[in-house]
T-cell receptor, first 113, second 109 residues
Framework: ETGVTQTPRHLVMGMTNKKSLKCEQH?????MYWYKQSAKKPLELMFV???????ENNSVPSRFSPECPNSSHLFLHLHTLQPEDSALYLC????????????FGNGTRLTVT | GQNIDQPTEMTATEGAIVQINCTYQ??????LFWYQQHAGEAPTFLSY??LDGLEEKGRFSSFLSRSKGYSYLLLKELQMKDSASYLC??????????WGAGTKLIIKP
């Protein structure tokens, strides 16, 4: 039980599809994150929300669109993705942005065909 | 630029000790984290160092030298379940987390 739940665990989509990834945290944390994890590469920060407000967008293409309706839920909407977007997408939360460790979900393994 | 270096892969024997090194060059320093990630699972928090020295937590210890930009994770009495990737991450002066690519640790019987 990680306290951070992501769905779906696996997703295969074509380049013209629209899909959404969902993340929910049950830890009472104030900050939530989307990361991209590719094989043998460092984690890439995509988006950060602090108290439901987006505080960072690390030059992520517009085909990725985040949504944070409340401090417990985070979505990543996907549209017209490219094969190079295939990766593990990890959601994380933390109590604050300064020193607290991140708690991660198990991720969504995305394959774009 | 900011950079974290750690070995790509290491192999060790069950029951032995292994040390995974991490060196960093970042804009400022506000703490260093170690995470463990089993294949197909979430990274899980192992340790946090913000002051120089050794932090011990059971079979795992983490060391930090801020002047050298260096940390290591020491795993004792290795068990097969310790086979995983170990991620090093540093918080810079803007509280951004800079991540290493991870070290895949293989434990052999």
């Amino acid at each position: 039980e990680t306290g951070v739940t992501q769905t779906p665990r696996h997703l295969v989509m074509g380049m013209t599809n629209k899909k959404s990834l969902k993340c929910e945290q049950h830890l009472g944390h104030n900050a939530m994150y989307w990361y991209k994890q590719s094989a043998k590469k460092p984690l890439e920060l995509m988006f950060v929300y602090n108290f439901k407000e987006q505080t960072e967008n690390n030059s992520v293409p517009s085909r990725f669109s985040p949504e944070c309706p409340n401090s417990s839920h985070l979505f990543l909407h996907l549209h017209t993705l490219q094969p190079e977007d295939s990766a593990l997408y990890l959601c994380a939360s933390s109590h604050d942005r300064e020193g607290s460790p991140l708690h991660f979900g198990n991720g969504t393994r995305l394959t774009v065909t | 630029g900011q950079n974290i270096d750690q070995p790509t892969e290491m192999t060790a024997t069950e029951g032995a000790i292994v040390q995974i090194n991490c060196t960093y060059q970042t804009s400022g320093f506000n703490g260093l984290f170690w995470y463990q990630q089993h294949a197909g699972e979430a990274p899980t928090f192992l340790s946090y160092n913000v002051l120089d020295g050794l932090e011990e937590k059971g079979r795992f210890s983490s060391f930090l030298s801020r002047s050298k930009g260096y940390s290591y994770l020491l795993l004792k009495e290795l068990q097969m379940k310790d086979s995983a990737s170990y991620l090093c991450a540093v918080r810079d002066s803007n509280y951004q987390l800079i991540w290493g690519a991870g070290t895949k640790l293989i434990i052999k019987p």
